[in-house]
């Protein structure tokens, strides 16, 4: 029996082989056979044959999450990359669209169809879905109950890896309390307790800033990097920046960090001067809140440079890292419809996955690229190739590739822009003093359109646009990152980068 059976396994797999031969020798015979397209298709069909997983244990984990950063959006930022290097845009490859392996991820929370960064970040840390608002937290528990959450507090990927003797990093160019880069350290039935002002009378759950001091000093977080020096310094103290503190509690949780040997930076020549030979913790505050967008960026370093800052110093530790960088805000400029902001901190997020990716070895660190959720964008109309994303839909040439001189229009006779949003600020219908609602679009130059603080056309108004749940993308290349694949949930990336680092 097993010596039939493999005879004609082998007859199928010479079958096979032969029609792939005949097929390869009929496709030069096509008419198309000498087109670019047509040569391109080929070689990436050769190169996706000869991809090899790789099954090594993964050493290093490092997960990126641009906030907001969708399929849509992601593809504007294609274009702003591809058109700021002097191309049309939709033909540029990013360094995460080089990774072999990706899949589609449901981001909808246990009881939002619409997800927030809370559960969805959270998924990601934990390996399981929650609740919107919840920070590792399960889901059996309300938001804001506080004394139901005792008992229902969930591991985190970073206190497994810490245990396991791993160096652990978070980084956001938004509040580091702020979702997202919380979900890797914090615990929370609401994820806008970010200092102890927001903490229910009779509560005895930490806040947030005072969780990542306490997941310092347990040896749990090893350097943390982002904005959100308020939510750390009491109300009574002014920074260097002239921002006072939040906190009502009297205390400074920067000088009780350094007081137990962190090093602390809040601007760029501080950063600069940290030593990254992991001999002592890293604690970076660069803004009061927020760090600045990219565009706007002053004394204080980019998310590229956070990157190589933390990579370098995590790598000393013999046993390997996990990094959490989050692109905090390409989510806040999407939630101002102010695309000009997006496409510029994308751009920034690209920037800092290549640096990872030239610092690190494929075969020994697992790099993982996703969001945690979309926005409400949308892309108008047949633009013609090259029309600026950030500007207004030219109509397509009929005889050639880039687009006309002409306009699009509306059936109303006015033009619009490449790229606008199903609600937000920039709804051309807006509320009237006596509390009705009227409006039409307004005429549009391009020159209007591109200017860094327009705000793109928007159907539904709101004074702030909201997230979608879209499916997004992940991304991925190293130790086990084909197990990829398909439509996925979101909580399966944590369960990826579980075995990926536990793999025999």
């Not at 996925?488 to 579980?498: D, G, K, P, R, S």
């Amino acid at each position: 029996m097993d010596q039939d059976f493999h005879t004609v396994q082998k007859q199928l797999l010479t079958t096979v082989a032969a029609l792939a031969i005949a097929t390869t020798a009929s496709a030069q015979d096509l008419p198309q056979a000498g087109n670019a397209w047509f040569q391109a298709g080929e070689a990436t069909i050769a190169e996706i044959i000869a991809r090899q997983p790789i099954t090594s244990r993964a050493k290093n984990v490092i997960l990126f999450t641009a906030d907001g950063n969708g399929v849509g959006t992601n593809y504007a930022i294609r274009l702003f990359s591809g058109q700021q290097a002097g191309g049309m845009g939709d033909d540029y490859v990013q360094p995460q669209e080089t990774f072999p392996n990706l899949a589609l991820v449901k981001t909808y929370s246990t009881n939002g169809q619409t997800p927030d960064s809370a559960p969805t970040a959270s998924a990601m840390n934990t390996g399981v879905k929650l609740k919107n608002t919840m920070i590792n937290v399960d889901d059996s528990v309300a938001v804001d109950d506080c004394a139901a959450r005792t008992g229902h507090e969930l591991t985190t990927f970073a206190e497994m890896m810490s245990a396991e003797g791993k160096s652990v990093g978070t980084i956001s160019t938004a509040r580091i309390t702020h979702a997202t880069p919380a979900a890797v350290y914090a615990k929370t039935v609401n994820r806008n307790w970010e200092d102890n002002t927001s903490i229910p009378e009779g509560c005895d759950q930490l806040d947030i800033a005072d969780q990542l001091l306490q997941q310092m000093s347990n040896g749990v977080i090893d350097l943390a990097m982002g904005g959100g020096r308020a939510h750390f310094l009491p109300e009574s103290v002014t920074d260097d920046e002239g921002k006072t503190g939040k906190r009502t509690d009297d205390r400074n949780l920067v000088e009780e960090a350094t007081a137990t040997g962190a090093q602390y930076a809040w601007n760029e020549e501080g950063f600069k001067a940290l030593k990254l030979d992991g001999s002592a913790p890293i604690l970076a505050l660069f803004e009061s809140s927020h760090m600045k967008y990219d565009y706007d960026r002053t004394d204080e370093p980019s998310l590229a440079e956070m990157t190589g800052a933390a990579i370098t110093a995590l790598s000393t530790n013999a046993d390997g890292f996990y990094l959490n960088i989050e692109a905090g805000r390409v989510d806040h400029a999407n939630h101002d419809g102010n695309l000009f902001r997006v496409l510029h901190d994308g751009k920034a997020f690209a920037d800092a996955i290549q640096v990872a990716m030239d610092a690190t070895n494929p075969e020994d660190t697992l790099i993982i690229v996703t969001a945690d959720h979309e926005h409400a964008i949308a892309f108008n109309g047949y633009c013609g190739r090259g029309s600026d994303v950030m500007g207004l839909c030219y109509a397509e040439d009929e005889a050639g590739t880039m687009h006309t001189d002409e306009l699009n229009l509306g059936s109303d006779g006015k033009p619009y822009t490449v790229v606008g949003y199903l609600n937000g600020p920039g709804a051309v219908v807006v509320e009237q003093p006596d509390g009705t609602f009227s409006g039409s679009r307004p005429d549009l130059t391009q020159e209007e359109a591109i200017d860094p603080d327009y705000l793109q056309q928007a159907l539904v108004p709101m004074s702030s646009e909201t997230h979608s749940g879209e499916d997004v993308t992940v991304m991925a290349r190293g130790p086990w990152a084909h197990l990829f694949g398909g439509v996925i949930e979101q909580n399966v990336i944590f369960h990826v980068m579980n075995h990926a680092v536990h793999a025999e």
